[in-house]
């Protein structure tokens, strides 16, 4: 019977880029396996086909040799030579667990977990940096069977059913798929004496007060790494790391945009019109900032140095404060005469020099 054409089989085109051959293939590969067609030869014939037909139209010189000569071009065909059984093929698409047959292959010794510990700070507390004392639940590992699992003075049995190596294979024909052991759940040893303190399990639950250190300038979002402190490793293996995330709390007064600082402070009339000194709070505490005459509602202006640290050391942000000119909502006797003597002139030209110390007389 006369072979079917490669770009047939996979269904594409003969202009096909790789990623589209690729998941054309992996689409079959997943329809046909057998493990989702137990004793169904029509889908392994098409499940080895479209095996055929990937292995030479994934290799650039195959493929090229194949659109020039057929399949002459590419000898006998069959399986690429480079592929010693399924599992490489599966192994080329990372398939690994799709079908179970690489979930037995880990160490028995694993690494920790990682952790996360979120905890909220006050901009002031941002600003200076501080040491900070943190209580912290995870699993460390066992000190009675120092993480084996096994009860003190013994050991875990090597698995007879997969001899150790957390998995068993399945072999019919030309198939063959690696299975995660039953016996052993993939471990590969079996604890006949479990430990008392951890059940076998080779870690506890525990509480450790760790103390960090946050440095001056963090915002919401940074993140402190202690190596170490995460969950302990099982079987010997090396412990996780722990993650602080830090949350800045919003402030009643500052506003932080990066490393600088917004706030807004009310002026009187008075001091807008004729200038004036105030004092405005910074993070450090009161400063003076000198408004000129003739200042507007919404004028911003800058105290430099008064905003956050940059975070690791390099010089401070700025302090940007914004006026707002605020009228008053009642008015004693003097203060209403004085306001009437001003309307009768404010119909005069604002640009005039003369207005300001008008002004300056009226409430002088």
Do not use: W
Request: net charge neutral; proline share 3%.
């Amino acid at each position: 019977m006369s072979k079917r054409d490669y770009y047939e089989i996979l269904s594409v085109g003969k202009s096909a880029a790789d990623a589209e051959i690729k998941r054309a293939y992996r689409a079959l590969a997943v329809k046909y396996h057998p493990d989702k067609n137990p004793g169904d030869a029509a889908a392994e014939d098409k499940f080895k086909e479209a095996a055929e037909a990937y292995s030479v139209l994934s290799d650039a010189q195959k493929r090229a040799s194949y659109d020039r000569f057929g399949h002459q071009g590419v000898g006998a065909g069959g399986v690429d030579p480079g592929f010693s059984n399924i599992e490489d093929i599966f192994e080329v698409f990372g398939f690994g667990d799709m079908f179970g047959q690489r979930q037995g292959r880990r160490s028995t010794v694993q690494r920790g977990s990682d952790l996360r510990f979120d905890l909220e700070i006050t901009l002031e507390e941002s600003a200076t940096g501080k040491d900070e004392k943190l209580r912290i639940p995870r699993l460390e590992t066992c000190e009675e069977c120092k993480g084996s699992g096994a009860e003190k003075g013994t050991t875990a049995q090597t698995c007879v059913t997969c001899g150790g190596a957390g998995q068993t294979r399945y072999s019919q024909g030309f198939f063959s798929v690696m299975r995660t052991c039953a016996n052993c759940g993939g471990a590969g040893k079996i604890i006949k004496s479990p430990c008392k303190k951890c059940s076998g399990a080779g870690r506890v639950e525990k509480e450790k007060t760790i103390e960090i250190k946050i440095p001056a300038g963090v915002e919401t979002g940074s993140r402190l790494r202690v190596t170490g402190e995460g969950e302990g490793g099982v079987n010997g293996g090396t412990s996780g790391d722990l993650f602080v995330v830090l949350h800045v709390a919003e402030h009643k007064r500052f506003e932080r945009q990066g490393a600088n600082l917004y706030s807004a402070v009310p002026i009187t009339f008075a001091q807008a019109a004729l200038g004036a000194e105030v004092r405005v709070d910074t993070l450090d505490g009161d400063e003076e900032l000198k408004i000129p005459a003739g200042t507007q509602t919404g004028s911003v202006f800058r105290v430099k140095a008064q905003g956050m640290p940059v975070l690791g050391g390099r010089g401070k942000g700025d302090l940007f404060v914004s006026v707002t000119i605020i009228t008053p909502k009642t008015l004693t006797k003097e203060q209403r005469n004085l306001l009437e003597q001003l309307a009768k002139i404010e119909d005069v030209d604002f640009a005039d020099p003369s207005f300001v110390s008008k002004v300056r007389n009226i409430f002088g």
